[in-house]
């Protein structure tokens, strides 16, 4: 009977010596976290959250991404996430694509912005420090006008089942006509897009509007053609609002820039 009694103190006692080493354990940072350690981990929190809020448009009106979020933004976009999110937001679309059932008129129609939802400027805004750096309307010009965009594949993929499938498809761009209209066209048909319906950019009618007010007229001309707008896909919250937006909008990732 002692030593039983005996064999209960001592379970008693490792229980008690484990609880409180395991709660030292857990309750202490490693050694070697010191503040840096824990600063990086708030600055990778809170770029995380930033991105996510930008994303939902709960921050708008932004100019450049804070500039401690440099390294997050970077990683997000080249360090394979960034087209993990895009694919499945892909993947979701063609879903939904696979259910309609057209009309075979001619008059089904989709809308893709163009820049960041059909062609990348990745590599012209690593220059500008994945938007760290404000927006240079001199320095963009310069780059669209090389056609150096190179096509987003998954995009491309949706572009073609989308083509194929008997959607009338329009680009609808916020591209100057009169100074980028050939560079564009250019850039997207030797990057595979081939087969669209249109490609709409500025004209001087639309100068000076802002891009809500610039596509929701495009979108409302269309519709007064006739044309069904079953899915539009953009980059920016500004390609999917205001009047005439479809059937379905769908939101691909950027917490590059701002479009108002």
């Known amino acids: 009977m002692i030593s039983g009694m005996m064999q209960r103190i001592r379970e008693i006692l490792v229980f008690l010596f484990l609880a409180v080493f395991s709660k ?24 995380l959250s930033w991105r996510m809020a930008v ?20 990683t997000y976009m080249i360090g394979g996430q ?13 879903t939904y694509i696979d259910a309609i059932l057209l009309s075979h008129d001619g008059l089904d129609a989709w809308i893709l912005d163009v820049d960041d939802t059909c062609i990348s400027n990745i590599f012209y805004y690593k220059g500008k420090r994945y938007g ?16 150096g965009c190179t096509a987003i594949p998954a995009v491309l993929e949706l572009f073609n089942k989308l083509v194929e499938s008997g959607f009338k498809v329009f680009l609808v ?10 560079a ?25 509007l802002g891009a809500v007010v610039y596509k929701s007229e495009i979108r409302k001309q269309l519709e007064g053609e006739g044309y069904r707008i079953w899915g539009n896909v953009g980059d920016q919250w500004s390609d999917l609002q205001g009047d005439c937006i479809g059937n379905r909008t769908f939101k691909l990732p950027n917490p590059m820039y701002f479009v108002p």
């Open 24 to 47: 030292a354990v857990y309750s202490t940072k490693p050694p070697h976290w010191g503040y840096e350690g824990e600063a990086v981990a708030n600055r990778a929190s809170y770029c």
């Open 55 to 74: 994303e939902a448009n709960n921050i708008r009106a932004w100019r450049t991404i804070p500039t401690q979020c440099l390294r997050h933004i970077e």
């Open 82 to 94: 960034y087209d993990r999110d895009l694919n499945l937001i892909v993947d979701h679309i063609i």
């Open 132 to 147: 760290c750096d404000p927006y240079d309307p001199n320095g963009f010009k310069a780059w669209a006008l090389r056609g």
């Open 173 to 182: 761009t916020g591209r100057d006509d009169e100074t980028l209209g050939q």
């Open 184 to 208: 564009t066209l250019d850039n997207l048909h030797n990057q595979g897009f081939v087969g669209y319906e249109r490609l709409i950019l500025r004209t001087a009618a639309y100068k000076g």
